[in-house]
């Protein structure tokens, strides 16, 4: 077992969830949020930060960074001053690959910035040359030795900078590095994720000039000093996704609010073609389910695709279809890990490659498994909820990474999911501290 989970989910299956929710803001777009408030040396508000253990770690980054922050009923208060530490700890970076995101603000700010190579969730690697090589286009000198990343640069100038992948972590950092260039900077096959335009805004509203978030050119006029900003970070879409799915495999019907439906466009009309009723509202959807479940194909993509976020969630659901799925992996490579736990609990998944086959329909049972990353751990407990007897979810401390209170809100829906430590916990040492970081 994983030696840094003191806690488990105990889950008794079995019942319908039904009622409304809340959604927590976007943690793709806070920890992106908050590396962009470093490029200003005044103060900036950021809302609806959701409480999870990226948040904190990210808290703890900005702070080691030389940055007020405090952090207190979903407001964060960050005052980066003047000047900022250029190196970003081994400590930090190593446990959230997201944490690569401060190296185009330090940039842009300090005119070097020292990283750790990236850790986190271990779904296969996420190249970061798309960074790099973006980086150096706008004039920065880069250098890799013994573990970290060297970025250095005495002016960054404004240049065309075609990404061969739509990476979104390269986008962001670009797009942040860029506000600082001298003269227009144009970012070619840009990420459209909805996370860069709430970025893209929350710049603007610290005086940028950019055009184009959203669609695969962005333009950036930069050069031109930023001054703090306040803003609401918009609702989590995978979050959504992921109790919508927990609803359709319970039999439920549950609406979640605060989400533009267009966020999720592709998704809503794979589970409509899976049988699975949904109403689309103002900034509501809902997801209902009173029949059996149409086996459907996935393949996952850069937005508008299918989110590769949500692909080990929908697994859960495919194998409750009467028939065979086909689910097609395209952004990581190692997103299947958790295939092997899902068939623990009575999925029948096979895979090859970057594909799997869902059989179904199958009856899950509760057993013991264990989480292997944020969405792998999201899956086993939707599966758990849809299984007969009791699950045992252990290491959640992935799932605590990017869910806030989530045993609350299942709670809140009808599902049976209660927190308890491990029977042997981790020694306080390597504890991490809950509750709101100040």
């Known amino acids: 077992m994983d030696g840094l989970s ?6 008794n299956g079995g019942r319908r969830l039904h009622g409304e929710l809340a959604l927590s803001g976007a943690k793709n777009s806070a920890l992106k949020l908050m590396a962009a408030s470093l490029l200003a040396d005044e103060l900036s508000v950021i809302r609806r930060v959701p409480r999870i253990t990226d948040v904190f770690t990210m808290v703890e980054m900005l702070r080691a960074l030389g940055a007020e922050v405090a952090f207190e009923r979903g407001e964060l208060r960050i005052n980066p001053g003047a000047p900022l530490n250029d190196c970003a700890p081994y400590e930090l970076v190593r446990t959230m690959r997201a944490s690569i995101i401060v190296m185009g603000p330090m940039v842009a700010r300090n005119g070097h910035a020292r990283i750790a190579l990236p850790g986190g969730c271990n779904i296969g690697p996420r190249r970061i040359d798309f960074h790099l090589r973006g980086l150096e286009q706008l004039g920065a000198h880069v250098a890799i030795d013994h573990g970290f990343i060297d970025v250095s640069s005495d002016g960054l100038h404004g240049a065309v900078v075609p ?7 390269a986008t962001e950092n670009l797009l942040m590095a860029a506000t600082a260039a001298a003269g227009e900077t144009v970012i070619e096959n840009a990420a459209r994720e909805p996370e860069i335009v709430d970025l893209a805004r929350f710049l603007t509203a610290m005086g940028a000039t950019i055009e184009g978030a959203g669609t695969s050119s962005i333009h950036v006029e930069g050069g031109r000093s930023l001054h703090g900003a306040e803003h609401e ?7 959504a996704g992921t109790y919508l799915i927990a609803a359709a495999a319970c039999a439920g019907d549950v609406t979640v609010h605060g989400l533009d439906a267009v966020h999720l466009e592709l998704f809503l009309t794979k589970l409509r073609a899976m049988g ?6 103002d900034r509501s959807i809902r997801a209902r389910r009173d029949r059996g479940l149409r086996p459907v194909d996935i393949s996952t993509l850069p937005h508008p695709g299918f989110p590769t976020d949500l692909q080990a969630q929908v697994m859960v659901l495919l194998s409750l279809a009467a028939g065979a799925s086909i689910v097609t992996e395209n952004v990581f490579e190692n997103r299947f890990v958790v295939v092997d736990e899902l068939n623990r609990l009575g999925a029948g998944i096979t895979t090859s490659g970057h594909h799997a086959v869902v059989a179904g329909p199958r009856r899950l049972a509760g057993t013991v498994v264990e989480a292997p990353d944020l969405r792998g751990g999201a899956a086993l407990v939707i599966a758990g909820l849809a299984a007969e007897g009791a699950t045992e979810v252990r290491a959640i401390h992935h799932i605590d990474r990017g869910y ?4 609350e809100k299942l709670s809140a829906l009808g599902a049976s999911i209660v927190r308890a430590a491990d029977a042997a916990p981790r020694p306080p040492s390597a504890d991490r501290v809950s509750g709101e970081v100040r």
């Open 6 to 11: 003191s806690e488990h989910f105990t889950i």
């Open 163 to 169: 990404l061969d992948y739509p990476s979104v972590g």
């Open 233 to 239: 970070v918009i609702a989590d879409r995978i979050e």
């Open 276 to 281: 699975v009723g949904i109403d689309e509202g």
């Open 404 to 407: 806030e209170q989530l045993e």
